[in-house]
């Protein structure tokens, strides 16, 4: 059952999205939504809105979305309609994953960053691989220039990597060798006023091969140069990290909280992902990927305990995503409306 409780999403969002903030936009909110529907839903419609007064938890201007979750539209429809959509959802931000995507028809980098600025969306970040066997590849390892250089042609400020820092092995010597390169890549992007980031899945929650009693992420963390190499935490793989390795390989408790890393160097996380999940033991991850709203994450607890900190509320990206949404343009209009209806608790 959804977890959402605005019987209009698209509607309750624009309205949060154009101006009409705190009480004001919440009564405003509560009327038009019980012109359009039925006296239950509109009853429950105002009380949620009432429930929810306060100073939004997410910042202005701060919201985006991970392609990689439209990539069925941006492949049939291009990627023009899609950021129509986006725009009318009211995203702030676009995150890429390739500048293709197999978008119908060609489109230049120079097009692909006007278009998006015509919509109103930001282009903030892109994913590109960490290294390749093959010597052409569009990675960071074999191609640092090109990557760079499409990098400053969209004017992002963030360019990175999903791909976890395997590539030598899970031992620590081996996490400290990737560290370097990340370190190396760190310097290059920032040369250009950019700054690179590692995303990460579960895995880099486990422990080293070599030393079960050292987490991999705190070999990611230790060895990396904080003023070149920046996070973005996938907050639905770091609770399935949770859930996976909060016990070492010989069965000794081992526990953290995603949310503690980030507290501790708020700085080093310029950026999330925001992907939820229903909690499901059962599973080997932990937990079902669902709309975000949908699950078990509490992020009006988690992006609040972020944006409270002292000059932090403006210094992170938010990025819905969801790796298969059933419908990829309901996804991305929910979350929006659901992480728009947040407010923090007085």
């Not at 990829?328 to 209009?333: C, G, Q």
């Amino acid at each position: 059952m959804s977890r959402i409780s605005q019987p209009d999403p698209e509607l309750t969002h624009r309205l949060s999205r154009r101006g009409m903030l705190g009480v004001a936009a919440g009564a405003t909110a509560a009327a038009l939504l019980g012109a359009a529907a039925t006296p239950a839903t509109a009853a429950a419609s105002t009380a949620s809105v009432a429930a929810g007064r306060g100073r939004p938890v997410l910042p202005p201007g701060r919201l985006g979305i991970q392609l990689y979750s439209l990539r069925d539209k941006v492949s049939t429809l291009g990627f023009a309609p899609v950021f129509a959509e986006l725009e009318k959802y009211g995203y702030d931000e676009v995150e890429f994953a390739g500048y293709t995507q197999g978008s119908a028809g060609p489109i230049t980098l120079a097009q692909l960053r006007r278009l998006a600025r015509d919509h109103g969306l930001n282009p903030i970040g892109s994913h590109v691989g960490y290294y390749s066997d093959d010597p052409n590849a569009y990675t960071f390892a074999q191609n640092l220039t090109k990557v760079l250089d499409d990098a400053q042609a969209l004017g992002l400020k963030h360019i990175g990597t999903a791909s976890g820092p395997f590539r030598y092995g899970s031992t620590v010597d081996a996490w400290k060798r990737a560290a370097e390169e990340f370190n190396t890549y760190g310097a290059a992007a920032k040369a250009r006023g950019m700054k690179f980031y590692q995303h990460n899945h579960s895995e880099e929650f486990s422990f080293a091969t070599d030393n079960p009693k050292v987490r991999l992420y705190d070999v990611l963390l230790a060895e990396t140069d904080p003023d070149l190499v920046f996070l973005e935490m996938d907050i639905f793989w770091a609770y399935s990290g949770q859930f996976r390795f909060s016990k070492r390989p010989d069965g000794s408790p081992a526990p953290f909280e995603p949310l503690d890393y980030v507290l501790k160097q708020p700085h080093r996380y310029p950026l999330f992902h925001v992907k939820d999940g229903v909690s499901d033991p059962a599973n080997t991850y932990g937990y079902r990927m669902t709309d975000v709203g949908d699950g078990d994450i509490d992020y009006q607890r988690f992006i609040s305990a972020v944006t409270r900190l002292r000059g932090e509320r403006l210094a992170h990206h938010w990025q819905a995503e969801h790796d298969q949404p059933t419908e990829s343009f309901m996804f991305a209009r929910r979350s929006s409306a659901h992480l728009h209806s947040l407010r923090e608790k007085c």
